[in-house]
């Protein structure tokens, strides 16, 4: 069993973070205007879908912050992750597209990252 958090590569650290940071300008962009469809079942399934994707990039950071913060010393490894969010709906994926995709992808390697070092 590894060590925790500490035991993350640098250079992952810095990729995951680089990536969810430029997701976070991307849904900030996305979802500041008019993007939910005129239908109101569409528009249910779209707005499922952009929580989905607020919560795992808020979830994503919260990692990468503590993840940092833990390989810099400056706190101790606060343990496994709880992961909340969960992985995106196919149809939200397809509702709000590659934003939803790409942001699934992210989350579910930082979930693979966090479960290598426990």
Do not use: C, N
Request: hydrophobic residues 45%.
């Amino acid at each position: 069993m590894a060590a925790g958090l500490q035991e993350v590569d640098p250079t992952l650290l810095a990729s995951l973070h680089e990536a969810a940071m430029r997701l976070g300008s991307e849904a900030r962009k996305r979802f500041a205007g008019e993007w939910r469809p005129a239908d109101p079942a569409a528009r249910a399934v779209a707005t499922v879908a952009g929580l989905t994707v607020s919560t795992q990039l808020m979830e994503a950071m919260s990692w990468l912050l503590s993840a940092q913060a833990v390989a810099a010393g400056e706190r101790r490894d606060p343990g496994p992750a709880t992961w909340h969010a969960g992985p995106a709906d196919p149809a939200g994926i397809a509702s709000i597209g590659e934003l939803a995709e790409t942001t699934d992808r992210l989350y579910r390697r930082i979930i693979q990252a966090d479960a290598e070092v426990r």
